[in-house]
């Protein structure tokens, strides 16, 4: 996909989102941002070569393997995106605060690039608040254009239905800060 749909969607004079440069770096980040913009979201972002490859989640992960969340996928975005945390000016794209809600790292079962291509993508977590098992399953047919995904639980052992991951965990996991604290800060990234 590549990171010009990101460089273009923004206007860097006005946001303090990293602009989308390309770096050939080798690595498996795992990153979840919590991004309070119209509607409050879950950005799931993994790198898959020198970019983290997106999804909006609007309803966050579960740890009920039979709740499959809608995953979005929206574009790639740069990999120094995984340390953003801060808030976007209300009129630019995305505006609103951003929350490194998970981090750490991730481990495909199989190539991922042939994933993406093949709309299956089985994975483990390595992060502060998401471990364990979890998959991204393309869903048939391109409604509205959307290329929708579903991400969900599998069942390893570590899944556990009662457990309302989003509802307990609300800091993030880089500064411990809620989303009203970072919204409150100035010259927060
Ligand atoms: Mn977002």
Known sequence: M?????NKKRDFRKTPEPKGESKQKSGNTYVIQKHKA???HYDLRLQIGDVLASWAVPKGPSYNPADKRL????EDHPLDYAGFEGTI??????GGTV???DKGTWEC?????????NGKISFSIHGKKLKGDWALVKMKGKKGGKDNWLFFKEKDGEEDPEYDVTGEETGSAESGRTLEEIASEEGNS
């Not at 590549?2 to 990101?6: D, F, I, N, Q, R």
């Not at 000016?89 to 995305?94: A, F, K, M, T």
Request: charged share 35%; proline share 7%; hydrophobic share 30%.
């Open 2 to 6: 590549g990171l010009e749909k990101y």
């Open 38 to 40: 119209s509607r409050l």
């Open 71 to 74: 995953a979005v996928r929206v």
């Open 89 to 94: 000016p209300e009129d630019e794209y995305g």
């Open 99 to 101: 929350m490194i809600w």
């Open 109 to 117: 079962r199989g190539n991922p690039e042939e994933g993406l291509e």
